[in-house]
């Protein structure tokens, strides 16, 4: 019940084009759902984040699309650059002053020239 | 520079040695936490810490072993009894009461001779 699933495992992308990485969970206590950037050798960064108070966050090239009743949310990535190359992970987390993530396996991005 | 910093970055441990990863930050953050990643997993919570002298275990601290006595570090001794060490071990932290934000140290990774 903890578990996030990711997917896809791996993605390639044109450069221009949109990328798109989804998210399932089964936890309904689960209140915060971020995602996360990462590039090889480095820690992860985080992109966006979105509560399910609303459905969709856009920030620049990013979008999440946020789906309650389906447990699901996605990651969006308009206008796909190669400097976007990275691991994506999504997480899901819920309550208390230390609040815990779970994460995705992550989905790894790479957007041709 | 504000920040999390971690070392070594790179980490050799022998058979039957005990060995510890360092976690500081100068945030001023009061929760601090320790994953681990594996290649083509996501990120697995070992232990997390809410405050000095006191932290919780996560989804696979066996093997491990931490100690939280002063805010800003939040050191990781991975035992002899951890039979399989070898991944890339990130340290993070956020700030308290609902500041859900985890930033993420660059990471050390840790090999077995």
């Known amino acids: 019940q903890q578990q996030v699933k990711q997917s896809p495992q791996s993605l390639i992308v044109q450069k221009g084009g949109i990328s798109i990485i989804n998210c399932a969970y089964e936890?309904?206590?689960?209140?915060?759902f971020p995602w996360y950037q990462q590039f090889p050798g480095k820690g992860p960064a985080l992109l966006i984040a979105?509560?399910?108070?609303?459905s969709e966050k856009k920030e620049g090239r990013f979008t999440i699309s946020f789906n309650k009743s389906a447990k699901q949310f996605s990651l969006h990535i308009m206008d796909s650059q190669p400097g976007d190359s990275a691991t994506y992970f999504c997480?899901?987390?819920?309550?208390?002053?230390?609040?815990?993530?779970?994460f995705g396996s992550g989905t790894q991005l790479t957007v041709l020239p | 520079d504000g920040g999390i910093t971690q070392s070594p970055k790179y980490l050799f441990r022998k058979e039957g040695q005990n060995v510890t990863l360092s976690c500081e930050q100068n945030l001023n953050h009061d929760a601090m936490y320790w994953y681990r990643q594996d290649p083509g997993q996501g990120l697995r919570l070992i232990y997390y810490s809410q405050i000095v002298n006191d932290f919780q275990k996560g989804d696979i601290a066996e093997g491990y072993s931490v100690s939280r006595e002063k805010k800003e570090s939040f050191p990781l001794t991975v035992t002899s009894a951890q039979k399989n060490p070898t991944a890339f071990y990130l340290c993070?932290?956020?700030?308290?009461?609902?500041?859900?934000?985890?930033?993420f140290g660059p990471g050390t990774r840790l090999l077995v001779l």
């Open positions: 997480a899901a987390g819920s309550g208390g002053s230390a609040r815990q993530l779970t």
């Open positions: 936890n309904t206590a689960f209140d915060y």
């Open positions: 993070a932290s956020s700030m308290d009461r609902g500041r859900e934000t985890q930033y």
């Open positions: 979105i509560r399910p108070d609303v």
